[in-house]
């Protein structure tokens, strides 16, 4: 990937043109336009894709933002900006953007763009949404952790109909490619029905609206107002929680698209004619343990460590995603600015681990329940946590591997920030998410700001405070790689594996791309 190089010379570019060293008063980073397609013959033709789950949250906007969520929100939804193919920043609901002063960024937003039940897209819905993210109610939300977390929004504001201020409590470098992380739902409707009603019923300013929207799938049609038009006038989505139903519905042809296939499908569904497209995916595969907030043997950083040189992770990716993927170093991925190459993976050292358990005082081992989301919807994820399992109990960690599904995950997740813990068992499944290929986008949640914190760490935090308001790219670039190196020193997470997408093709397709997790459906066409 070319992501790590093209944003390198993104930060050159703007060390070159002097903008906002520390202590300066104006910085300014304006982004070209970005001028959609001319509108083409649009096909009659319906676009079906199979996933394990649609998202539990449905059509909310808040809630997630990343997979599954991604594959069915992004047709009804736009944000502000994206990262793209390349790694850099694209416009999409905003046109342009400048950092006026350490504390102060001003969005100009695309003009002439409607939401599909008729209302003027203007700065009122940006400004509606991200300041109910700020509110109370509006933190608990996935939307919300990153405003509130990462990019430490204090106010937003609009300076008129296509202008919006946003204020943030410190100087925030992550602002700009943690923008795209929000949707913009039409405000009126979000107002007048009951948030299950709307979820239901989402209105947003992208290619397709919702006509029907549930826990089961769902039905699209083009919206012929958008901006970004459709190619292909219907869009389906079936929800398939079994991979080899996938995989078989793509091989019979009653379906376009399967959604996160194995390893083992893609040389079957190559064989039956059709294609398979492998991504990187932004995603560290970890297990978090806890290390604050509840007694636990994790407290001790030997303990994190022998787990660590337990897990033989080279032959997972050898053997279990066949060559794709990567071992995991670090909390982010190599694409990544602030990636450090000089911390390497913990080497496989079973003997190594049962000397440092019994140094934390544990000769005769520990008993842990070890919680994942199984079966997983991840390539190879659940041989991976079976095999993490089978290899800590050898060493003396002696692991019980509970399945956990997806809504009882996010009711763990989700508890209020006076409660003590999470409401986990032991190690949990909980990956490095680094979607805005920030060396920071890992640490939004693990750290001592999530409420109720796993993890805390009195220097790390000191570091992750420092490099979140460093606006010196090269300065923040050695804080960050400093943070990656400390925390991985301190066996922060159990470390697995980079993750990757795997997405299966009809012939029929034409024209896919899958980057952070969203798929061009709008830019698809069918051949006949």
């Known amino acids: 990937m070319s992501g790590i190089h093209n944003y390198h010379r993104f930060i050159r570019q703007r060390i070159q043109r002097a903008i906002l060293v520390a202590g300066a008063a104006v910085a300014v980073f304006l982004v070209p336009g970005f001028d959609p397609p001319a509108q083409a013959q649009m096909q009659d033709k319906t676009l079906v894709f199979g996933d394990a789950r649609s998202g539990n949250f449905m059509g909310d ?30 416009p999409l609901l905003a046109t342009s953007w400048k950092n006026v002063d350490p504390l102060t960024w001003i969005y100009k937003l695309r003009p002439n763009v409607t939401y599909q039940n008729g209302e003027p897209f203007t700065a009122k819905a940006v400004v509606d949404f991200l300041s109910w993210l700020i509110s109370k109610d509006g933190r608990k939300t996935s939307a919300g952790q990153v405003i509130n977390g990462t990019t430490r929004v204090a ?3 609009a300076l008129d109909d296509l202008t919006i201020e ?41 290619p397709y609206r919702a006509v029907k929207f549930s826990p089961e799938g769902a039905d699209y049609e083009a919206f012929e107002g958008s901006w970004r038009p459709a190619k292909v006038a219907r869009l389906k989505g079936l929800v398939l929680p079994d991979m080899t139903a996938r995989r078989a519905a793509l091989i019979s042809g009653q379906i376009d698209i399967a959604v996160a296939l194995s390893i083992d499908d893609i040389k079957l569904v190559e064989e039956a004619g059709h294609s398979v497209d492998v991504a990187d995916r932004p995603t560290i595969m970890t297990l978090k343990v806890f290390q604050s907030s509840r007694k636990s043997p994790f407290n001790d950083k030997r303990v994190r460590q022998a787990a660590n040189y337990a897990l ?15 071992v995991a170093s670090q909390c982010t991925t190599k694409e990544a600015f602030g990636f450090n190459p000089d911390v390497k993976p913990y080497p496989y050292d079973p003997d190594k681990a049962r000397q440092l358990l019994a140094e934390a005082g544990y000769p005769d081992g520990i008993d842990i329940i070890m919680q994942a989301v199984l079966p997983s919807n991840f390539a190879g994820a659940t041989d991976i946590y079976q095999v993490t399992a089978q290899q800590l109990n050898e060493v003396g960690i002696r692991t019980s591997l509970e399945a956990i599904a997806f809504p009882d995950w996010l009711k763990a997740w989700f508890v209020p920030e006076d409660a003590d813990t999470l409401g986990f068992k032991g190690p949990f499944q909980n990956n490095c998410n680094v979607f805005n290929l920030d060396g920071l986008d890992g640490f939004s949640i693990q750290s001592c700001r999530k409420k109720p914190s796993f993890y805390c760490d009195a220097e790390e935090q000191e570091l992750l405070d420092r490099a979140s308001s460093e606006m010196d790219p090269e300065k923040r670039e050695k804080m960050i790689q400093e943070l990656l190196a400390l ?6 997470t159990i470390m697995l594996v980079q993750m990757v997408d795997i997405f299966g093709l009809h012939k029929r397709v034409q024209g896919f791309e899958n980057h952070t997790m969203k798929p061009n459906y709008h830019e698809i066409t069918l051949s006949d």
């Not at 033989?312 to 990567?326: F, R, S």
């Open 61 to 90: 906007p808040a809630r997630w933002t990343e997979s599954p969520h991604s594959y069915w929100l992004w047709p009804i939804y736009d944000s502000l900006a994206m990262i793209n193919k390349d790694g850099n920043i694209q």
């Open 155 to 157: 106010s937003v504001r």
């Open 166 to 206: 946003i204020k943030t409590k410190v100087p925030s470098p992550i602002l700009e490619r943690s923008i795209g992380r929000f949707w913009i739902p039409e405000p009126g409707a979000r107002a007048d029905m009951e948030p299950a009603e709307f979820n239901k019923n989402p209105v947003g300013t992208g």
């Open 312 to 326: 033989d992770k080279e032959a997972m990716v050898e053997h279990i995603l066949q060559g794709y993927g990567a």
């Open 487 to 492: 925390n991985a020193e301190n066996a922060a």
